[in-house]
């Protein structure tokens, strides 16, 4: 759950600059999950967890142009402790990218449609365009990220409207891999 917790903040943090507000000193009004102790992941688990994650993580060449692999969907700690490995296409492919040594029975390797390195690529194109472009379109985007539990690009919205979806889709992006959502305008106090 801290992992969780953790991840949660750290999203909010880095994305919150690619709001479109005018006033960059707009407090961020966060809510935080409830703590709940049965669902806390083991400090060692959680290291051991990282240590897997980086290690197959690392680009397959100094000169390869994604930092993952093309198979390599992301991966997270579950609610049991168990580390989840998301594997684009055949996840046959998942027990050898670790090393057996490692694998003590809590990995466990879930088929995706998406590699990681696709939805940063979204993730970069979003980014690029509320960016370079100050209109109706961008201003409508109030959060975007890439979702490792669900595999898509979760895209929040003031507006969530069809028009302004489909406005996203024309000028932006239509990439199936992105999930549109309800955003909020941030609160000043």
Request: proline content about 3%; hydrophobic content about 35%; overall charge negative.
């Amino acid at each position: 759950m801290k992992s969780y917790i953790t991840l949660f903040l750290l999203a909010s943090f880095i994305f919150s600059s690619c709001n479109n507000t005018e006033n960059t000193n707009t407090p961020i009004r966060i809510e935080i999950p409830e703590f709940n102790p049965e669902e806390e992941v083991a400090m060692d688990e959680q290291i051991e967890a990282n240590e897997i994650l980086t290690e197959i993580s690392k680009p397959k060449t100094s000169k390869s142009k994604s930092l993952y692999e093309e198979y390599y969907g992301g991966g997270f700690m579950d609610e049991h402790g168990n580390l989840t490995i998301m594997v684009k296409g055949d996840t046959t492919i998942g027990p050898k990218i670790v090393d057996k040594k490692r694998n003590n029975g809590k990995i466990k390797f879930v088929k995706c449609k998406y590699s990681l390195a696709e939805l940063n690529e979204l993730m970069d194109s979003i980014t690029d365009y509320v960016k370079n472009n100050k209109n109706s379109t961008s201003a409508n985007i109030t959060l975007w990220f890439a979702s490792q539990w669900d595999n898509t690009v979760e895209v929040h919205l003031l507006d969530t409207t069809k028009t302004a979806i489909d406005d996203f889709k024309e000028k932006i992006s239509n990439s199936p891999a992105i999930k549109f959502l309800q955003g909020e305008e941030f609160i000043e106090e």
